[in-house]
Structures are given as structure tokens and as C-alpha cells.
């Protein structure tokens, strides 16, 4: 509309111009053509009595040669006359001729003002028996001239003014008729009446149905309050019409276990990814493929070697793929923990990457890959891909299963792109990975670097708008979705009151009921920066003596990845530092340190948080931190306090913990010192933030946007998928 718009108005102005052109040119025709009727008028009038004229002349009879001359002016256009000698004297005038006006300047036609009328002067010579007498100058009235202008000028005005007018309204009624159809047209196309969409709406159709869907995940995401498990349910079952979802990721959520007596027990896995994958399987259920990992995984399995779980709850299932200790040593602890964890997390420890466990990491990948493909139904699966352990397998599922939706989620920081070339199989990882529609990290800064890296090892087209990676004319979406826990958290909601909590655990401590408790929870890494955490409670005791024989720092630490040297160099560093530090400060009963080096099941674990003055989490590189979420989730009393190392995803969102730099042990020992003098008002407010904030950004949401945006990206693929079939002629029966 704004477009006809534009078109009249230059419309009108064009023909404005084109008038005022036309005009001008009319004009100058006219005055031309009226001065040479003039002169012809002129000469028959003077030709027509020229003998009347030269014989009065001669004779000097002035009287009749003013007669002649008066005849001459009946012309209605002929104002006055004047007979002018060869010396230019006026002879004779006609009683019209101004008075005081001689024949000076009258020898050539010219156009004057004669007493306030504009005139046209023509000169016309008149000749006697044998010479010449002079020329008679007939005065016309140009007044006839200028109205015959105006005349023209109104009618040439009114001419375009039509002109425009009818041009105008030709093109407002095109434009309608053009409009209409066109809305018409796009209106059938858009909501799918049309059996083929005109191919200059495509672009358009792309783009608003890009927009519908954007604004229905939102809707989806941000609308209808907090997400829940019921919620996660209902978006899979509204947008994923109920689909299985098929979850990859090499850590079992429950492990098997044989006891000495020949009883079999089942164990929680000290794992982030775990926590918070394990409540959305409950809600969605399906599959969940993993590494059968404990010593009763295959007794406890089927002939498929699958296993209903959680126990006595049977939810979900889990699908186990078995290893040999070999390639355990090559896939996991070789490729994926001694080459990509140290290469991903800026912790100081060297990476180390062997042919041998990049091969077994290879094959590795491709038997997962069978594994999730003997799971799912249909062509078109949903499959959540996680971690660093399998950044092959979404180009091997791709391979078999074009249509697939495969997540892959990435739970630990993305280095730089300059890191990233570290690995001799980078471009291997990097197009493994971008077999997936969506890739998804904890942070932005984790995009961006993963961007940076596709930019500078492979050749694909980065799509910054879309925020998206085309490689191989197939485009990956790559999205910041910062994972967290359930809320309402299971283990605070089963865990005993707080007070309790702090009693049982005080009593295993052997702690007085006014001593104050500090609490570190972690697999035992060296990325969570226990070192400079023990480290931190050492420069608080020097730099605030008033605390020693008070505070003790309660540090759950479960063994993991044991096989690796730098873990049980880890393990050893851990338990010396501690050693030492207790050495140093101990008083009677009390010492400063209390070094629990075992795996906690969760109960245990959210006693701690419970029990707990603050608790502090000093990684030196972390994707998210779960345990910084799961402590303010225990802290239903809104008591407690939580510091934090600006280097987790976690800090980007508790920003009321007190963040501090790790590295720095003035300010970590002065943060636990802050800490403990806190105010139980200002804990609570501090808490009560942190609180809402989990409420509303639980792992749910969490699960909710991936599928939301899985949903979009499949209907678009349908789509897409669709109409290559029809471009190809391959569109089969409904
Ligand atoms: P993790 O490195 O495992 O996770 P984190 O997110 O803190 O780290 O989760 C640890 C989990 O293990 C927590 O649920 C905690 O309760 C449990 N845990 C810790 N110590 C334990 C102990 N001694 N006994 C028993 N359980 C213990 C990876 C990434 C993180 C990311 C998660 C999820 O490294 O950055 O937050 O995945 O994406």
C-alpha cells in the first residue's frame, strides 16, 4: 500500500512537470505563429490600399492619407496607425496613435507598452512611383494574445489534471484488484488450501512461518506459568504428537551393582548430566541408551539387555551397550577423558590424544549409534544426543535416518577455536557433530566459540541471523539452553527438616552445636578446583584466627575416573593438602578439614546442603555446576550461603551468591569470611532470589525449549522434506 502510495504522488508531480513542459512549449509555438500572422495581417491591410496610401502621401494631402490610414484600423485588432518618412518623422497618425510617440525605434516588428496597453508594433514598407516613402507601422492589440494564452494555459492545466486523475485511480484500482488477489492467494497458501505455493511467495512463506513458529515455542516456553513435569509431558504429546524420545548419553542414570554378600544394589551416579537428564525421562519416558557400567548391569537386563526403571517406578527404559575393558580404556577414559575433557575445560592439565583411543572412540561411536537406531520407531525419531562423549554419533544416526531430529547437547565448556585445533581430529568432531538439527551448549560464549571453530576448520556457511551452521547444504541450530535441576527438587522434598539434617551431620562430624560448617560436594576433578578451595579455607583461618576450633569444611568427594594417572595423582594431592592443612590448625578434637572421599547417594548428599552454614563451589572451568543449584534447592529455610567461582555457567544465573575468582585465595577467604558473619535476614533475601530463580528456570524448561524447538524444527523438515519430494516427483501417498 505504501508502495502505490509513492507511485501516486510521483505520479501527480510527473504530471505536474510534464504541464508546466508543455506549457511553456505551447506557448512559445503560439506567440511565434501569432507574430507571423501579425505581419501577414499587417501587409495585406498596408498592401490592400497601398496605392490610396502612396499617392496621398505624395501629393501631401496629409488629411486623406489619415483617412487611409483610419480605414486600415477598423480591424477590430488594430489599435492605431502612423505613416513614417525614410528619416523616421511621423507623417500622418491615426487619432488612436499615443501622442508624444514618434516613429523612433519602429523599423522592426517589436512587442512595446504604449500608454499602459501592451502592443505588438509592425512595420510595413510602402513604396511611391519611384521611390520609397517610408513604412506604414499598424500598432496591434497583444491583450488578444494574452487571453488566448490564459485560455490554452486553463485548458492545458485541465487536460493533465485529468489526465492525473484518471492515471491515479487506474493504478489505486490495479493495486486493489492486484492486492486482493495476492492476499487471497497468500491466505490460501499459508494455511495449506493451495495444492502449490506461487514460487514468489516462497521466500515470504518462509519467513512468516518462521515468525508463527518462533512466536508458538515462545508462547510455549515463556506462557502458562511454571514448567512441571506434567507440562513437559502435554509440550511432547501437543507438538511431538506423544513420540518417543531416545536419550544417548554414556552414563547409565542407575547402576546395578553386586555387594560382597551377593546381593544386588542400585546406585545414583554421581554425574550432572544424570541429575538433570534423569527427571526429564520420568516425565517424557522412552529410552535412555548408555555403557552397562556396574558389576550387576547384566543380571539385572533382559535378552535385549534393557531394564525398566527406576525401580519399582518403571518409568522409562534403559538400554544397555556393553564394552570390553580395552576399549572402556580407549573410548572413555582415553579419548574422551584424557584427550576431550582436559582439551575442553581451561583447568592446566594436557590434553593427550592417541591413535588408538581415537579409534576405539570411532568404533565406539558407531555401536552407540546401532544401539539408539535398534531403539527408535519410524523414520523421523527424536534423539538426545549428550556430551563429549558421542560427537560422532549424530552424523552416523544422520547417515541412516535423514529425517531424524537428533539434539546434541554439550555438557561441559566449548574452548576457543585455536584450542579446539589441539585435537588432531577436530574436523572429524566438528562435522560428527553438525549431524545434529540443534546443538546445544550451557552458555552463549560456548556458541560463540563453537561458531568461531566451524568457521575456522571447515567449510560451511555460518548463519548468524538464524544462528545457525550450514554444512553440506544441511543446517544445525546452535542454541544457549542453561541446564539446571527439577523444581520441586525429589531429594530436598523427601530430606528431613534442616534442623535434623544439621543434627545427624554434626553428630558424624563430631562438631559442637555452635560450631559453623563449611561444605564442598564433587566428584573428585581436577576441573572443580578442590585444591584452591582447601586452599581458601587455610588463608581464612590464617587472616581470621577467631574461627579456628569453629569452622569446619566438610569436603564430599567421590572417586572418579580412577584408571587416569592425573585423577589418582589428583586423589593423593587432595588428601596431602588436607593432611597438612589439618596439621597446621588442628586443636583438640577439632580440625579444620574433614575429608570424605567416597561416593554419597543423594539423601546423604542433601543432608549435607541442609547441615551447612555455606557451601562453596570454586571450579576452575565448569559447563553449568549442578551442585551450586541442588544446595540453594535444599535450602527450603531460606538459610545458608552460597560462593560461588565466576568461571561455572552457574555464576551467570545465582548472581546473589557471592562470586568470586578461585584463583584469588584473598578473595575466596575473605568471601568465606563474609559468609560466616552474614546476617540471617540478608542470607534469606540472598536465598529467596536464588530460589525463584530455580523455581521459574528448572531442568523442565530446560527440556521444554529443546523439545519446543525440536517440534519446530521437524515440522519444518516435514516440510522441506516435502517439497524436495515434490521437486524431485517423489511425493508419495498419504
Ligand atoms: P559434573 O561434572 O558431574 O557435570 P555437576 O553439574 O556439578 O558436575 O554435577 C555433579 C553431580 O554429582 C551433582 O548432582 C552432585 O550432587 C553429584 N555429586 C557430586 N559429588 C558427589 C559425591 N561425592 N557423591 C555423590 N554425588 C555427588 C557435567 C558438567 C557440568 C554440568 C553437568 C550437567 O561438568 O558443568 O553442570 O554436567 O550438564
Redesign the pocket.
Known amino acids: 500500500m505504501k508502495g502505490t502510495v509513492r507511485f501516486l504522488v510521483l505520479l501527480v508531480l510527473g504530471l505536474a512537470l510534464l504541464a508546466m513542459g508543455a506549457l511553456h512549449i505551447v506557448s512559445s509555438t503560439f506567440r511565434e505563429w501569432f507574430e507571423r500572422d501579425l505581419l501577414l495581417r499587417a501587409e495585406l491591410a498596408v498592401n490592400g490600399n497601398r496605392h490610396g496610401l502612396a499617392r496621398q502621401w505624395e501629393a501631401g494631402n496629409l488629411a486623406a492619407l489619415t483617412q487611409r490610414l483610419t480605414d486600415i484600423t477598423r480591424d477590430e485588432r488594430i489599435l492605431a496607425a502612423a505613416a513614417c518618412n525614410n528619416e523616421g518623422r511621423l507623417v500622418a497618425r491615426t487619432a488612436e496613435w499615443p501622442a508624444g510617440v514618434d516613429c523612433e525605434g519602429f523599423s522592426e516588428p517589436r512587442v512595446s507598452t504604449l500608454g499602459g496597453t501592451r502592443v505588438h508594433a509592425t512595420p510595413v514598407p510602402l513604396d511611391g512611383e519611384s521611390a520609397r516613402l517610408g513604412r506604414v507601422v499598424l500598432l496591434h492589440d497583444l491583450s488578444f494574445l494574452e487571453r488566448r494564452e490564459a485560455q490554452t494555459r486553463e485548458f492545458l492545466f485541465t487536460a493533465f489534471a485529468v489526465l492525473a486523475a484518471a492515471a491515479a485511480l487506474i493504478t489505486i484500482v490495479a493495486a486493489r484488484l492486484s492486492w486482493l488477489g495476492w492476499s487471497a492467494a497468500l491466505r490460501r497458501a499459508l494455511s495449506g488450501k493451495s495444492s502449490s505455493e506461487p514460487r514468489e511467495f516462497q521466500p515470504l512463506l518462509r519467513d512468516v512461518r518462521d515468525l508463527v513458529e518462533r512466536l508458538t515455542t515462545e508462547k510455549e516456553v515463556e506462557g502458562q506459568g511454571r514448567w512441571t513435569p506434567e507440562r513437559l509431558k502435554q509440550t511432547l504429546s501437543r507438538h511431538l504428537h506423544g513420540e518417543r524420545v531416545v536419550i544417548l548419553a554414556n552414563r547409565e542414570p542407575y547402576i546395578h551393582h553386586r555387594e560382597p554378600d551377593g546381593s544386588i544394589s542400585v546406585r545414583?551416579p554421581?554425574?550432572?548430566?544424570?541429575?538433570?537428564l534423569e527427571p526429564v525421562m520420568r516425565a517424557c519416558s522412552g529410552t535412555w541408551v548408555a555403557h552397562g557400567s556396574g558389576t550387576a548391569d547384566r543380571a539385572t537386563s533382559d535378552k535385549h539387555d534393557r531394564v525398566r526403571v527406576p525401580p519399582g517406578e518403571e518409568a522409562y527404559t534403559v538400554r544397555r551397550v556393553w564394552l570390553t575393558d580395552e576399549e572402556e580404556r580407549g573410548y572413555y577414559y582415553g579419548f574422551s577423558n584424557e584427550g576431550m575433557w582436559p582439551l575442553c575445560h581451561v583447568a592446566h592439565t594436557r590434553p593427550t590424544f592417541r591413535i588408538d583411543d581415537w579409534r576405539h572412540y570411532q568404533a565406539i561411536n558407531q555401536r552407540f549409534a546401532d544401539a539408539v537406531l535398534d531403539e527408535v520407531d519410524g523414520e523421523d525419531p527424536i534423539v538426545l544426543v549428550q556430551?563429549y562423549h558421542f560427537a560422532l554419533v549424530p552424523a552416523l544416526i544422520r547417515e541412516r535416518l535423514p529425517r531424524a531430529t537428533i539434539i546434541m547437547?554439550w555438557?561441559?565448556p566449548w574452548p576457543n577455536a585455536e584450542r579446539i585445533g589441539i585435537c588432531p581430529w577436530s574436523e572429524q568432531i566438528l562435522e560428527g557433530m553438525l549431524g545434529a538439527s540443534v546443538v546445544g551448549f550451557?552458555t552463549q560464549q560456548h556458541c560463540n566459540n563453537f561458531i568461531d571453530s566451524i568457521d575456522r576448520y571447515l567449510e560451511a556457511r555460518i548463519d548468524r541471523e538464524q544462528r545457525a551452521v550450514v554444512h553440506h547444504r544441511r543446517s544445525t541450530a546452535v542454541r544457549a539452553y542453561p541446564?539446571s535441576i527439577d523444581w520441586p527438587n525429589r531429594w530436598a522434598t523427601e530430606a528431613p527438616k534442616p534442623a535434623e539434617c544439621r543434627a545427624q551431620v554434626f553428630a558424624e562430624l563430631g562438631l559442637p552445636a555452635d560450631a559453623k560448617l563449611g561444605v564442598g560436594?564433587?566428584?573428585l576433578?581436577y576441573?572443580?578446583g578442590i585444591e584452591e578451595r582447601l586452599l581458601a579455607v587455610e588463608r581464612m583461618l590464617e587472616r581470621f584466627p577467631e574461627h579456628r576450633g569453629r569452622f569446619t569444611f566438610a569436603q564430599?568427594?567421590?572417586p572418579s575416573r580412577t584408571a587416569i594417572e592425573r585423577y589418582s595423582q589428583l586423589n593423593q594431592n587432595v588428601e596431602k593438602l588436607a593432611e597438612r592443612i589439618n596439621g597446621k590448625f588442628a586443636a583438640g578434637k577439632w580440625k579444620p578439614i574433614a575429608l570424605?572421599r567416597?561416593?554419597?547417594?543423594?539423601p546423604?548428599?542433601f543432608r549435607y546442603y541442609r547441615a551447612a552454614d555455606l557451601t562453596y563451589?570454586s571450579?576452575l572451568h565448569?559447563?553449568?555446576?549442578?551442585?551450586?543449584k541442588?544446595f540453594v534447592a535444599a535450602r527450603e529455610d531460606e538459610r545458608g550461603v552460597l560462593i560461588l567461582s565466576s568461571f561455572?555457567?552457574?555464576a551467570r544465573e545465582l548472581t546473589e551468591a557471592l562470586v568470586v575468582n578461585p584463583y584469588d585465595l584473598e578473595e575466596a577467604s575473605s568471601a568465606i569470611a563474609t559468609a560466616l558473619a552474614m546476617p540471617a535476614d540478608e542470607q534469606a533475601d540472598r536465598m529467596r532470589a536464588m530460589r525463584a530463580y530455580l523455581a521459574e528456570y528448572n531442568v523442565y524448561r530446560w527440556g521444554g525449549r529443546m523439545l519446543a524447538e525440536a517440534a519446530r524444527l521437524r515440522a519444518r523438515e516435514r516440510l522441506t522434506g516435502r517439497l524436495t519430494d515434490r521437486l524431485l516427483g517423489l511425493e508419495r501417498p498419504a
Open positions: 545414583h554421581a554425574s550432572g548430566l544424570v541429575t538433570a556430551d547437547f555438557h561441559i550451557h541446564i560436594v564433587d566428584r576433578d576441573t572443580k564430599l568427594a567421590a570424605l567416597a561416593h554419597h547417594e543423594p546423604a548428599v563451589v571450579s565448569d559447563g553449568m555446576n549442578l551442585v551450586a541442588e561455572t555457567g552457574a
